[in-house]
Each structure stands twice: as C-alpha cells, then as structure tokens.
C-alpha cells in the first residue's frame, strides 16, 4: 500500500497534518484502470472480439482500428493510456505505424505505450519489436493471462505515476514521518 502526499499551502511545502496525505490502495488503481482508455489495431475479426471482449471484461475502454493508417487517425482524434498494436495489418503494418506515432511524439513530448500484438513467436521477434519503438509484447494466439498482464503493467504506469511535485512514499514511512511531526 502506498500514500500519495497532496501539495500543502505551507512554504516549506511539507504536510504538517495527517489529512495532506491520501492512500493508494489497490481500489484506487483499479477505478484509475477502469477509466483507461485503449486503442487496439487489429484487422482479424477473430482477435479483435476476443480482444475487445476481455479488455472490457476488465474495465477498459476499447476503441477499434482495422490498420495502422485507422489507428493514426484514431490518435489525431482522442487520447489514449494505450495502444495494443498487430504487427501485421492490411495497408500500414504495426511496425510502419508505431514509428509514425514514436516521430510525432517528438514534438509533441508525450509518449503512449504501445504494446505488440503478433502471430509471430520466434526467437528475436520480441526483441524486433521492442527494437521498433514498441514498449511490450503479446503473441497470438491471444492468451487471457498474457494480455491482461501486458495491458495492465502499461496502463498501471499511467494511473500510479504520481502527479509533479509530489512523492509517493509506503506507508509505514508516512506513519512515521506523521508521528515524528506530532513527537516535536
């Protein structure tokens, strides 16, 4: 369990009172993922279904592209806490598209997670495609436990990053940074 320590309108910018600080808890990481916003380029039917229906089954929202060339102009239109990307796509593969998405980052200054997605199982096509700019993996066949875990390590980076200026620190340091405060 973490605490999330809230800007204080003291000028040393510490917290003097126990109410400056509010917990992450498990609760929190999960309404912070049940918001999150995922854009999935898929062009099987089948995979994207089966997709859809799990990322939604855990409290995602799901928006579709059936190529690379929908998945930028998906992007152009809404923000989105991740992408899950086929590698091989009619018109703009994933590859072709993450490297178009990874230069308009550049100017922009933000970066998506984008998570591969890909029949291909071989030795070194992970490393290809985290090579391309792509942040995971997920092979195809879609396994449930596989999928969850890449989805949910990506967008959990989002929603438990803290907000500038503040720490996270465990709890048992806040308990006692509370009561040395109270000590003195």
Request: hydrophobic content about 35%.
């Amino acid at each position: 369990m973490l605490a999330e320590r809230r800007p204080s309108g003291s000028e040393s910018g510490r917290c003097t009172t126990w109410e400056c600080w509010r917990l992450v808890t498990r609760h929190n990481l999960k309404e912070a993922k049940k918001s999150a916003r995922i854009l999935l380029a898929e062009d099987n039917a089948v995979n994207r279904t089966l997709a859809i229906r799990l990322l939604e089954k855990r409290g995602y929202t799901v928006a579709v592209a059936a190529n690379g060339g929908e998945a930028l102009a998906a992007l152009e239109k809404e923000e989105f806490d991740a992408i899950l990307m086929d590698v091989q796509m009619p018109e703009m593969d994933g590859f072709e598209a993450t490297a178009k998405i990874r230069e308009k980052e550049k100017s922009t200054g933000k970066r998506i997670p984008i998570v591969a997605m890909t029949a291909h199982a071989l030795k070194g096509d992970e490393e290809r495609c985290i090579g391309a700019g792509m942040d995971g993996y997920v092979s195809k066949p879609i396994r449930t436990n596989e999928l969850y875990a890449a989805s949910e390590k990506t967008v959990k980076k989002e929603a438990a990053r803290a907000p500038e200026n503040e720490e996270i620190v465990p709890t048992a340091s806040v308990t006692k940074q509370y009561a040395e405060r109270n000590d003195s």
